[in-house]
């Protein structure tokens, strides 16, 4: 079994993620539920992202609707070049994505955004059919992938659900400059939902119609790209660089990476080594992560220099994040469509369009990587056990309080004393069901860092059993000094072997 | 100016809410954006509720994809029974909502849920014509809510917006109850997006086509409703009731809810009290409150006995919450429409379809609801102030610091130093622009509770001013303390007066 249909099953037995609607028949593939597990870890990665990231940059974090109206789209070129290349089967009507099908079978790299004839002519160079029933296939045209719907009753309305969270911050950029007195550069933050009509929606969270994203575009003046206040934070720390033209993945000095213009700038190669420095952050080593250099065939066509970040897991290279330098596209499409003047005005009176870094971040994807590298398998004399290994303030529960005997009513109740004191501070469970060894199981799978067992001793001693996650060593605490301990583990202040 | 009307301009000044897309002409009505104050403030509220609420009560809490099938709306009743009650003008072809254009015309109150032929024949006999042309209006008709989109490419399956979040928990109920190995009672919760085709959307946060809810649906078994874990932390709580044959709310304590029978049982009684006790902590007194008991002409189709929380506002009493007893009406509705056993079983294999009550809180309306009641208008000198005393779990920022003159580098490099130490600790912000005057100005009516002035007296006595939103008074503080007071303040173990 892989390490992906471990987590799948993993997901699905614990209800970390699971189909959405799954007891429906007609439920339409591409959309995931998350159970109180996941939720809490998902939630956990927004609030790392908004602390060692937004707020750190010290950002401008917005929320909006997630419905736009069709002007929104034929400013940002959506309407037009959202687009993926399908084919269809002459003799069994199934549809395909042409440069999916094309990659799978060639096992070559297809590049994005060609013309659909050049895509008819790969299927008909490779001699390609229907995978699924060996039928001729159609030739190749484009199809749109945004979802539509309508609102209002007398004046009907078509609006779109928006396919990238980042069009809610171009359309506030104007408003932010205005009424939040922004010096760039500055950053606008945004953590919500999107919507693309995907033709195949496959691997669970990996590629879904509806998905959230973690963005931020920071918006700046070209000709002060490398006038980066912090930038001597990070001068010096590593970032993991996959040129286009390269090989293999070289660790390069952020303060390099300009002086080799490998990047455009100081702001590129700071927030490539902050974004790098977030994802340490959730527990993911550097060795496993890398920015690819997108090249000019595959880059998304509002962008001037792309980075995509990677990281490796089981099923390749996952792409994280979209790091795009998305230049002046943007503010200057929307200024033409909305015929509104959205220029920033510095102190001194001059207008300015500026240019944007953007990083989008998947959140779906990066909640499966975490798992993923979180996740292992070890044997324990008889035993397999499977531990999530998170980073405790990702960790959906934080303590378990467990009662050595569930038939002991005064040791379930000494227990349940400890679980309502720490339930105020922590997030915390309380299990008195079955063996202790399948409680520590169950909280092991599920990633809870420390366990507590109340026992008959710990009434006279004022003590407890700590358990630890990933060592699975135990230590006998005094129950007073319990609050303090946890606060000092998780905010990484003692380890469980110093204690 | 309305107080209401004073919000919205708020609102708009410093980008706390605002309408999206509000650059393009085509912006359809009820959407709206929140700036990054705005934001903080709507966020922080979902974490009192989380805290206060969902983590009190043991709940689970999930989070659901938002676009749902057509089998769970049929299941669900909204397809066929989530309607509104339109009429069209003849003339000008306006359509109206046949049952607001009665109250506000005959300012009487207008059951909702009737005929459409009821509301035709209260139109004839009232003679009402056309609010904006005076013309004939049409027989009524109804209307569903519900947005529809389709995904998928070659099978294209028409899905919907879900109209309500709760509609997630109870197709996951069954898979909770397994999985999470639930115990009756146990509450299902889950803050999100629903949508409904309004049609007139209006008074800004009030009326949105797009919104938020944070829902709770607390399962249980209808034979052991007064079996309550925690009732007798609430039992001497007042709530306060409008009843539906009164005329005036009273003050009401919990346990005489059940003996006097106003409520179905102690389950209720709880969650109500817990209810009021979760807005009380968001800063709205108790006599601004109410729990409207809603008449059987006025329920929801689904509901046995509804509660409307209700609070006092410039826009009259506001409707921020449906409180449902929905007996067993979702789940056996999704069994029959998934041909699947959702039942819950208990330890001892005896099977059972759980009772459900219901708390769905309004989120945008609860945000302006807390703005509303936070805001003041004071004359100081000759100067009028404009503050929000936002509790400070829910202000946006809780700590500013200004350097006192923005143009002297020493004041401004100390002051920058305090405010990069707070800024690990608390949400803060750094301003030098314009008079001290105006910054505190600046600061009030975002709701920011504390503000720090750097001084020259500063480096040599190492402390600085601390000033106090809501008194506006100032006291003189050590530097080395600051983070320490924030703190006790913010906690609530000392206030400002006592320092």
Not at 16 to 31: R, T
Not at 439 to 445: G, H, L, N, S, T
Request: hydrophobic residues 35%; aromatic residues 10%; contains cysteine.
């Amino acid at each position: 079994m892989s390490k992906y249909e471990d987590i799948v099953n993993l997901a699905l037995r614990r209800s970390l993620f699971y189909p959405a609607s799954e007891i429906y028949n007609d439920a339409p593939a591409g959309f995931y539920d998350f159970g109180p597990y996941g939720a809490a870890i998902r939630r956990k990665i927004i609030d790392v992202w908004r602390r060692e990231f937004v707020q750190k940059e010290s950002m401008l974090e917005i929320y909006g609707a997630q419905t736009m109206p069709e002007s929104v789209f034929n400013s940002s070129g959506h309407l037009k070049d959202f687009n993926d290349v399908i084919t269809t089967c002459k003799k069994c009507n199934s549809i395909h994505r042409a440069d999916q099908l094309i990659a799978e079978a060639t096992k070559e790299h297809v590049a994005e955004g060609m013309l659909p004839e050049a895509y008819t002519d790969e299927i008909k160079k490779h001699r390609l059919k229907c995978p699924k029933c060996k039928g001729e296939l159609s030739d190749v045209k484009k199809m749109n992938m945004m979802i539509q719907a309508v609102v209002g009753i007398g004046e009907k309305k078509s609006v779109y659900m928006r396919p990238e969270a980042c069009q809610t911050i171009f359309t506030n950029f104007s408003r932010m400059a205005k009424t939040m007195r922004m010096k760039l550069p500055k950053g606008i933050a945004q953590v919500g939902r999107a919507f693309r009509n995907e033709i195949s929606p496959r691997q669970t969270l990996l590629r879904q119609v509806e998905f959230s994203q973690m963005e931020s575009e920071v918006f700046f003046d070209p000709a002060r790209i490398n006038e980066v206040e912090n930038f001597d934070d990070v001068k010096s720390y590593k970032v993991m660089i996959l040129k286009d033209d390269g090989k293999k993945v070289e660790a390069i000095k952020a303060s390099d990476l300009v002086s080799k213009k490998i990047v455009s700038g100081n702001l590129v190669a700071y927030y490539l080594a902050r974004t790098q420095q977030l994802f340490e952050s959730l527990g993911i080593p550097a060795k496993a992560m890398r920015f690819r250099e997108v090249s000019n065939d595959d880059k998304p066509f509002y962008s001037k220099e792309t980075w995509d970040f990677e990281v490796e897991t089981s099923v390749g290279w996952l792409e994280l994040i979209a790091n795009n330098y998305r230049t002046d596209y943007d503010i200057k499409g929307h200024m033409k469509g909305s015929k509104q003047d959205l220029r920033y005005v510095d102190d001194q009176g001059n207008k300015l369009v500026p240019h944007v870094w953007e990083t989008s971040i998947g959140l779906d994807r990066t909640f499966y990587t975490v798992l993923e590298h979180s996740f292992k398998k070890e044997k324990r004399g008889k035993e397999e056990r499977t531990v999530l290994s998170l980073p405790p303030k990702i960790a959906p529960l934080l303590v378990s309080v467990f009662p050595l005997l569930s038939n002991k009513p005064e040791l379930v109740e000494h227990a349940k004393e400890i679980y309502n004191d720490l339930k105020s501070c922590y997030e915390s469970a309380f299990d008195a069901a079955g063996s202790i060894g399948k409680r520590y199981a169950r909280m092991d799978e599920i990633g809870c860092p420390w366990c507590i067992t109340v026992d008959f001793d710990s009434a006279k001693n004022k003590d407890v059993t700590l358990r630890d996650r990933d060592s699975g060593e135990q230590k006998r605490v005094k129950i007073a000094e319990l609050r303090q301990l946890i606060f000092e583990m998780y905010a990484g202040i003692k380890t469980f072997k110093k204690l």
